[in-house]
């Protein structure tokens, strides 16, 4: 059984979704440990309360960036987390975050990476003018928004659209995106060579 832990800081509807397919059985042999937000009115908690998960919260306010990851990490070990996913984490992990999960932390990212990391992705692509929009879901490391990627989704992007129709649409995609990315890297047939993440097939 792969225990997953979920890191917010807001309304938590990729939370949601990824809660939705473990329960049905579609991202199988996992369960969510624990929900841990860093801010103290992040919708997603109340989510998790509701459905009857552990949810923390662990404030980061006026906090050094190290201290509040080694309170999170403690909680995550406590919990027997094994692949950490952050959905809407609005804080950037410290290197001494990233290295205890090597390759065990994922990230959402509404903007087809490399194009639009950082704040606000969706209006940044809707103002740039992209034709094609997206989601990522990539490994965490020590950069912003930049680990190998697990899985894109394309949305285009179209005439009628304004930042916000587009953003509803990615959030779409982002629902589908994450628990296929959890599913790849569960059942670990892959490798990563540089940056590209490559399915093996098994042997036999
Ligand atoms: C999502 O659109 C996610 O991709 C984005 O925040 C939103 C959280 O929504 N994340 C980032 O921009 C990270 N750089 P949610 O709380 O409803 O899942």
């Given at each position: 059984m792969h225990n997953l832990g979920i890191l917010l800081s807001g309304r938590g509807s990729n939370f949601e979704a990824i809660a939705k397919n473990v329960a049905a059985g579609r991202i199988p042999n996992a369960r969510i440990a624990v929900v841990i937000s860093n801010k103290l009115d992040a919708g997603g908690i109340e989510i998790a309360r509701r459905l009857g998960l552990h949810a923390l919260v662990i404030p980061s306010k006026g906090k050094d960036r190290e201290q509040h990851d080694r309170e999170v990490v403690a909680a995550l070990q406590e919990h027997k987390v094994d692949l950490v996913c952050l959905a809407g984490y609005m804080r950037l992990l410290s290197p001494w975050f990233v290295q205890q999960f090597p390759h065990r932390i994922l990230n959402i990212h509404p903007s087809l990476l490399p194009a639009f990391p950082g704040l606000e992705a969706q209006q940044q692509a809707f103002a740039y003018g992209v034709k094609v929009a997206g989601c990522t879901v990539h490994f965490v490391d020590e950069?912003?928004?930049?680990?190998?990627?697990?899985?894109?989704?394309?949305?285009?992007v179209l005439d009628g659209d304004d930042e916000h129709t587009l953003a509803e649409r990615i959030l779409e995609q982002e629902h589908i995106a994450y628990s296929e990315a959890i599913n790849v890297v569960l059942e670990g047939k892959f490798d990563v060579v540089g940056r590209r993440l490559v399915r093996t097939v098994a042997a036999g």
């Open positions: 950069e912003l928004d930049h680990g190998a990627i697990i899985v894109q989704k394309t949305v285009p």
